[in-house]
């Protein structure tokens, strides 16, 4: 057996733990009653420690290099492989047994040490732990960085964008801290001289809204036979590629919260089963990062959902299920809703106008907090001149301030970017699809997702790893990521 | 680290992959779609081969040798635990690769030919495959004999009653088949004189009986935050201790079949909720075996479940749920529609009466096949001679015959026995904690199933595998297995 063949055989049982540990997780958010927590942690647990004893076996780092010699001998799909192989074997190798130990124990005292901060709205409360924790990122950023050959902020994003580079991520934030500010206030007034936007009055029973939901997910092209839609306290995608579980939540007040949870969650789960069946259980079969992913399910709920041609469809089928009338269902109405613009404080309330500008401000503070040229203690000043900056507004604490998020207290750096790299991926594809599919718009006017889940299976989906997430968007629409596509799709739809 | 300590570390981790596949096959039964059998097989397949690797590993016999030196420091529990890893320890370890393959693609085509053979009503269509399976379970079953120090026929028992022996079986078994009989015609004679039963007339709506059989767990002590009750095309228990999951099928015209897969799979479930915490992941904190499992699940099905006083609490609670009304609900009418006895041709349709003489014609049949004395091809005669012999009856067809069961045909010999030492050991429990429990049947008639359980925890659940099937039962009842006391549980619910 060569070198290789060896390596395809230990990532294929790693990928099988890991695909029951994704299951264990689905259940545990969507089916397990309360008293199960400590059990599921132990199971949990067992399977972590068993996959990261397959991928650092020593014999692993001789069977990369190996490989490595035979590289002449592999094909495109397996040299794109085995470069998986190699990046995740440093991200589990990298760090020693005591970094990780230590890294675990602080994340967990900062992260509840936050669940009190944040509701007294006191930074200082936290700071000695989240201070813990950024010493122990940074260890672990530079450990990574030497492995990797990159910079230590460089090193942490990568776990989360492979191969992303802030210095290519700058210019193209730069870009749009420029130019949105202007753009919302005119997106803000014009919407004021509209007039106020109705809202369709409820209650919208659960089971009502379900249905709709899973209406709208076949109409999207979900597969039920290899896939669920159930409930939790934060939506998610989950299970995996052959049984993609997504989740929602429902308001009876309020039935578009829930169906945009149903829709993001469905970009997601098509691109896991798009995945090419051919590598499921190998790094190169796997989603290309957290941009790309977040790129499927924007284009879906921001790109596609909130479309006008998506609302025409969706209005008669909404009224069916939720059993309304009257002129707040109006496609118009719906779209107006669907579209309204409100600079806030709270990011995970954001409109996708304003949901840039807290992604810039978190990516601006965390490289320099990384590279020490901002001190903790100066962080709760320094986000609020920056809200001022790209927002117009300061929080009235650090609660709706530099407290609100709990990434960086539970440890998750250089993890931000992805979520606006998704924004902007989504609005450069459907751009890109729009071009290839002339009828695209009237397709999804008549509910038919065919044509644009097709576009994505072939130039998105199919191609799991094999190409960086930059390589891939390049690969598909035939331009590097280009800010300008993303303000074009703004200024169209709220300015147009 | 002692040797011991070293052996509790391991099985552990052990222990928490077992639960994790544990719930990936309760959501494969219950959740999942019929696309995501493939990926499943995959993720549980993977965690079988790391924990046989686990407990394969050539270190653990070692470390075996020597904590059986350091037995002198062990606690009884401890030492308990130590003998229950080496039992299993034996029985993962006595096959050898090329056995346990040949075992599992035998298996596998006898089990696809049997459902071929099975409607075509044709026991030569898979006689040869069978005769492949058997020769292999007679190779498995004297490999772990020989390690085990027992006859071939005990070593596959073992695997389902830890212990048991066929030289214990055999006497009780006798007993009954000389006993049950008679005591059958004088049954069928009585009920046949009492006129017919008159049968609630339903459809009976799916929600309304999973709320009934919701309330009647309720009333068993069923604690739902550590436990679910889901739908599945078997019933059945599952999940983990901390978070038992059990299942039930419905049937529109038919309530008493759901509820009684409820309570049924209720009685398995406290059984696993009731093992000692302490001991959550060592062999000793698992429950004991096939037959004190299934002497907890007719406890409650049967003994409980089915008595005159728990039927005056079910039928006002089974009218309010379910809508029902007239002479049909009363509660003498419902006792006898719980108990009525017809003598059959098919094993799972059986009353608790005849039950026990199929257990008995297959436990002769499987032990003369495994011992040589019957022949492949002799055995739809001999089946149909027994049946004659039993129950008085003879199958129209193989169907009826020889083919009903899939056991044999997938491998599972040595299982059979263990539903009627079950039967038994519920019979013997249930009169013992009667006698312990002077207002049990007051209790039970009032809903309340506090007592009970009570002294099933204390007696039964909370001594995980610390002694073996029949100590276990000598403790909490003082008395060794007796059929006899069956035979009068059966003489006074039928003839008294």
Known sequence: MSAYTELERRFHRLYALRNANNVLQWDWAAMMPTGGAEARAEQVAAIKVVCHEQISDPAVGDLLDRAEEERAGLDAWQAANLAEMRRQWIHETALDARLVEAMSRACSACEQQWRRARPAADFAMVQPQLAEVLALVREAGAAKAARLGCSTYDALLDEFEPGGRAAEIEPVFAHLAEVLPPLRAKVVER???????????????????????????????????????DTSLHPFSGGVPDDVRITTRYDEADWVQALMGVIHETGHAQYERGLPPAWRYQPVGQSRGMSTHEGQSLLMEMQAGRSRAFLDYLAPLAREHLGGDGPAWAPDNLHRLYTAVHPGFIRVDADEVTYPSHVILRFRLERALIGGDLALADLPAAWNAGMQELLGITPPSDREGCLQDIHWYDGAWGYFPTYTLGAMTAAQLYDAAGRALPGLDDAIRGGDFGPLLGWLRANVHGHGSKLSARGLLEHATGRALDPAVFVRHLERRYLG
């Open 191 to 229: 919407q004021a001289a509209a007039g106020p936007v109705l809202r369709p009055a409820g209650p919208f029973p659960v089971e009502r809204q379900r249905a709709l939901g899973l209406a709208v997910m076949k109409t999207l092209g979900f597969d039920f036979d290899h896939g669920r839609l």
